[in-house]
Nanobody, 120 residues
Framework: QVQLVESGGGLVQAGGSLRLSCAVS????????MGWFRQAPGREREFVADISWSGSVIDYPDSVKGRFTISRDNAKNTVYLQMNSLKPEDTAIYYC?????????????WGQGTQVTVSS
């Protein structure tokens, strides 16, 4: 009923940029809060960014702050992650996630992920 599809991953050199997109379909009238997470082999899932439905609340961990920017276009049912100054340690599968706006629980829906590989 709710599907999230990530795109935009790929191979990039250190210092380069990528923009990830996450398209939401089904029940798009719901005011989802959106987030990005990543997971590298042998490592735990890591929070990357999130944004409230209105865009008024945005958070990043220190590992990406100043380099990554999350944004959304609710008219297009799409959330973006602009990644600049990429580092090899950013290499991971990046997942988009959604939860009901204003909720305090965990995310309700997840995409299949898109691979980001940063070469040194």
């Amino acid at each position: 009923q709710v599907q999230l599809v990530e795109s935009g991953g790929g191979l990039v050199q250190a210092g380069g940029s990528l923009r990830l997109s996450c398209a939401v379909s089904g029940r798009t009238f719901i005011r989802y809060d959106m987030g990005w997470f990543r997971q590298a082999p042998g490592r735990e899932r890591e929070f990357v960014a999130d944004i409230s439905w209105s865009g008024s609340v945005i958070d990043y961990p220190d590992s990406v702050k100043g380099r990554f920017t999350i944004s959304r276009d609710n008219a297009k049912n799409t959330v973006y992650l602009q990644m600049n100054s990429l580092k090899p340690e950013d290499t991971a599968i990046y997942y988009c996630a959604a939860k009901y706006g204003g909720s305090v629980g965990s995310y309700d829906y997840w995409g299949q992920g898109t691979q980001v590989t940063v070469s040194s």
